[in-house]
C-alpha cells in the first residue's frame, strides 16, 4: 500500500460557499478553476485511478487558510464546512480516502480547539492543519499552545504547511514578489522560519512527544544542516539582542536536535537528490510518503507519478521504503493495516 499523506481538495460544499464569497470568491475561481480534481470527485477518480488500488490519499485542505477568508465569528463555520466535507468523502470510499487532516479557524482559539475534538472523536480525523504564519503571526506564539497541547495529549500529529502571498516583496522597495518566488522559494524559507521559532520557543522540552510533518521534506533544513547546527549554537554572540542568548539558554538540547524531532514528507516535486538529502537528515522514521497533487502541469497525476518514480528510485532498504510508504502513516495515523 502507498498511503499519499498530504494531498489537496475543497470538497464540494466548501467549494460552492468560497466561489459566493464575493472577493476571494473571484480569486479562488482564478486561481483554482483550472484544477477540477480540486474539487470534482469523478475527475480526482480518474486521475488516482491509474495508480491501482494500493494507492491511497489522505485528504488536507487547500489554502488559503480559513483564518484568511473570514473573521473570527464567522471562520469556525467554514471549518465545519470543510471538515463535514471530507469526512463524509472518507466514510463513503474509505478504502482509497481512509482518512482527513482537519482544518482550524486558526483566529478563534476556542472554536479551534472545539473543531479539533469534533473532528478528531466525532469525523474520524488523523491530524489537524497549521501554517507557517497565522494572519502574520508565529505559530509559536502562547496563543496557539492549546492546540500543541491537545495534539499531544491525543498522540496525533499536526500538518504544518506553509502560506505566503506574492504581497509580500522580494525586497523592501518593491508593492509585491515577482516572478512567483513568493512559493517557490518563499514556502521553503516560510517552512524553516515557523520550525525555528517552534523549536526556539521550547515546544519540544515542553511537548518532547508531539508530533509536527512538515511540509516538502522540512523545507531548507536538510540542506542548511550546517548552519542550523554549528551556527545557531552560536547564538546570542553576534548580536546586542538579549533574546538571542537567553532563548538558547532555555532549551536542553542542540537546536539541531530539535529539528530533527520534525517528520517530513516527500513533496519535492521529482528530485531524487533533494529526497535523499531529506532522508539523511530525518531518517527513514521521521519521513513520510507525499505528492502534494493536484498542483501540477498534468492537473493531478503528474506529482504523484513523478514521487513515486522518485521513492522507488532513491538509495535505501526496502524496509525503509515500506516505512515511507505506508508504515509510518499508519503508526502516526493510527490506521488500521
Not at 273 to 282: D, I, V
Request: aromatic letters at 12%; charged letters at 25%; hydrophobic letters at 40%.
Amino acid at each position: 500500500m502507498k498511503i499519499d499523506i498530504f494531498n489537496h481538495i475543497m470538497p464540494r460544499p466548501y467549494f460552492d460557499r468560497l466561489t459566493n464569497m464575493s472577493d476571494r470568491g473571484a480569486y479562488m475561481m482564478k486561481r483554482i478553476s483550472a484544477i477540477p480534481m480540486l474539487y470534482d470527485l469523478d475527475e480526482r477518480f480518474r486521475k488516482i485511478d491509474q495508480f491501482g488500488p494500493e494507492y491511497q490519499q489522505v485528504f488536507s485542505m487547500n489554502l488559503p487558510p480559513i483564518e484568511v477568508l473570514a473573521g473570527p465569528e464567522d471562520s469556525p463555520e467554514l471549518a465545519q464546512i470543510a471538515n463535514d466535507g471530507m469526512a463524509e468523502i472518507c466514510a463513503k470510499y474509505p478504502d482509497r480516502f481512509p482518512t482527513f487532516v482537519a482544518s482550524l479557524p486558526l483566529n478563534n482559539i476556542d472554536a479551534a480547539m472545539d473543531e479539533i475534538d469534533r473532528s478528531i472523536k466525532q469525523l474520524g480525523a488523523a491530524g489537524v492543519q497549521i501554517f507557517s504564519n497565522v494572519n502574520g503571526r508565529s505559530p509559536a506564539e502562547p496563543e496557539f499552545c492549546p492546540i500543541y497541547q491537545r495534539m499531544a495529549e491525543l498522540d496525533l500529529p499536526i500538518w504544518l504547511h506553509p502560506t505566503r502571498g506574492a504581497d509580500f516583496p522580494d525586497y523592501v522597495t518593491e508593492p509585491r514578489s515577482k516572478y512567483d518566488f513568493w512559493w517557490v522559494f518563499g514556502w521553503p524559507y516560510e517552512t524553516t522560519i515557523a520550525m525555528g521559532r517552534i523549536v526556539m520557543s521550547g515546544l519540544f522540552d515542553r511537548l518532547p512527544d508531539i508530533k509536527i510533518i512538515t511540509h516538502h521534506m522540512g523545507a531548507m533544513l536538510p540542506y542548511f544542516e550546517g548552519r542550523a547546527g554549528p551556527g545557531l549554537e552560536q547564538l546570542g554572540k553576534r548580536s546586542d539582542d538579549p533574546e538571542d542568548g537567553a532563548a538558547l539558554g532555555r532549551l536542553k538540547k542542540r537546536p539541531l536536535d530539535y529539528f530533527r524531532m520534525f517528520y517530513a514528507d516527500t513533496a519535492l516535486f521529482g528530485s531524487i537528490p533533494a529526497t535523499e538529502c531529506g532522508l539523511a537528515f530525518f531518517g527513514s522514521d521521521h519521513v513520510l510518503f507525499a505528492s502534494d497533487a493536484p498542483f501540477d502541469p498534468e492537473g493531478g497525476s503528474g506529482y504523484i507519478r513523478e514521487t513515486l518514480r522518485v521513492l522507488d528510485g532513491i538509495t535505501c532498504s526496502r524496509e525503509d521504503r515500506q516505512k515511507i510508504y505506508e508504515g509510518n502513516a499508519r503508526r502516526l495515523l493510527k490506521l488500521r493495516s
